[in-house]
């Protein structure tokens, strides 16, 4: 069930992903890629030579699967920001997830759409029996790393030379944040 998050600017609806958002999302993604280039171990030329069909395979794996959910933040008819969680796969760690794909746009940031998100993910996470979600953020990204901070998320360590960009290492900080006890609230 979506959600709605109000702020000065618009209504935004915050959702799981559906398969027909497939082409938006992958425009989104390229768009962070090519924005953030720092913020994703993802390459651009690699994400952009993926068809929205590759999109609109992991929308339907995610919910047929119960692997993760994609949200999105949709505000005026498009989407504005998302971010994936991403179930652990062995029976030891299915209890587990990761964020990854975290981007809003540039013009609605400071709005509170990436905790929005967050809840999201974490909604889907307590509801699938999950205790904990983890992510990894360049340590030089201080907005995400204060919009972690904010949800709840805290540091357990630094990721060394986690990417290397135009001849730059840069660290990641990992970030984990409880969202259950033993699957329940």
């Known amino acids: 069930m979506p959600n709605e998050l109000t702020t000065p600017k618009a209504t935004i609806t915050i959702r799981p992903a559906v398969v027909d958002d497939a082409a938006a999302l992958r425009e989104l993604r390229l768009e962070a890629l090519a924005n953030n280039p720092i913020a994703f171990a993802a390459d651009y030329a690699a994400a952009e030579a993926d068809p929205p069909k590759v999109w609109a395979d992991r929308i339907a794996s995610y919910a047929a699967e119960e692997q993760g959910v994609i949200a999105v933040a949709e505000a005026e008819g498009r989407l504005v920001g998302m971010m994936g969680l991403y179930r652990e796969r062995w029976p030891k760690t299915r209890h587990g997830g990761t964020l990854w794909g975290v981007y809003v746009k540039p013009d609605w940031r400071g709005l509170r759409v990436g905790q929005a998100l967050v809840e999201e993910c974490a ?3 307590r509801a699938h029996g ?4 983890k992510l ?3 340590t030089v990204n201080g ?3 204060r919009c972690y901070t904010r949800c709840g998320f805290t540091v357990y360590g630094t990721d060394p030379k986690t990417l290397c960009l135009d001849g730059v290492y840069y660290d990641e900080f990992l970030m984990s944040m409880p969202v259950s006890q033993d699957g329940e609230e």
């Open 136 to 138: 990894g953020v360049a």
């Open 143 to 145: 907005p995400a790393i």
């Open 130 to 133: 999950m205790t904990i979600i």
């Open 123 to 125: 909604a889907w996470a």
